[in-house]
T-cell receptor
Framework: RKEVEQDPGPFNVPEGATVAFNCTYSNSASQSFFWYRQDCRKEPKLLMSVYSSGNEDGRFTAQLNRASQYISLLIRDSKLSDSATYLCVVRDSNYQLIWGAGTKLIIKP | NAGVTQTPKFQVLKTGQSMTLQCAQDMNHNSMYWYRQDPGMGLRLIYYSASEGTTDKGEVPNGYNVSRLNKREFSLRLESAAPSQTSVYFC?????????????FGSGTRLTVV
């Protein structure tokens, strides 16, 4: 079993729709959680950290469920520019980042 | 406002050749990392340097060596390239302050070993 698992997609979503991604992690001792965005043939960039109480940044909402060991990312009113691969990242107790393989999102006009 | 600079951006090597990937950051970060990214897999840590003067193995260190030349620079060396090392390589840095620090990545090196 992978330490961080994501549905690879692709998710094909019409512009303006709401889309949600889930990610599960295997290490219950994981300490911090992040979503990164990676555009095609580019480097990953931090989208947002995920806090225990959940957090929102504009159209993006991240949730953490420690009991079930999953993280979610919700994108509302999706834009064409949201097309990218979204990487779920978990920091373990050794302060190392464990990366999911990513979920590809395609927003269609 | 360069952030993390990696060179080269592209490289083709023959099996057995050696090369060094260069990485420099101008954010005064203590920690630097080398990752590889392969299709269908998450980024995998090759080596990291928590601070100037220290280096440690990551998940996939075999076939690689690193040098933390100073606080700014962290290089990755392939001594004898193999086709299995065909990948995209990313350098990253962080200051590891607070529980939610993020990593800043370079733009990557696309390496093909034939």
């Amino acid at each position: 079993r992978k330490e961080v698992e994501q549905d690879p997609g692709p998710f094909n979503v019409p512009e303006g729709a709401t889309v949600a991604f889930n990610c599960t992690y295997s290490n219950s001792a994981s300490q911090s959680f992040f979503w990164y965005r990676q555009d095609c043939r580019k480097e990953p960039k931090l989208l947002m950290s995920v806090y225990s109480s959940g957090n929102e940044d504009g159209r993006f909402t991240a949730q953490l469920n420690r009991a079930s060991q999953y993280i979610s990312l919700l994108i509302r009113d999706s834009k064409l520019s949201d097309s990218a691969t979204y990487l779920c990242v978990v920091r373990d107790s050794n302060y190392q980042l464990i990366w999911g393989a990513g979920t590809k999102l395609i927003i269609k006009p | 406002n360069a952030g993390v600079t990696q060179t080269p951006k592209f490289q083709v090597l023959k099996t057995g050749q050696s090369m060094t990937l260069q990485c420099a950051q101008d954010m005064n970060h203590n920690s630097m990392y080398w990752y590889r990214q392969d299709p269908g897999m998450g980024l995998r840590l090759i080596y990291y340097s928590a601070s100037e003067g220290t280096t440690d193995k990551g998940e996939v260190p075999n076939g690689y060596n690193v040098s933390r030349l100073n606080k700014r620079e962290f290089s990755l060396r392939l001594e004898s390239a193999a086709p299995s090392q065909t990948s995209v390589y990313f350098c990253a840095s962080s200051d590891q302050t607070g529980p939610s620090y993020g990593y800043t990545f370079g733009s990557g090196t696309r390496l093909t070993v034939v």
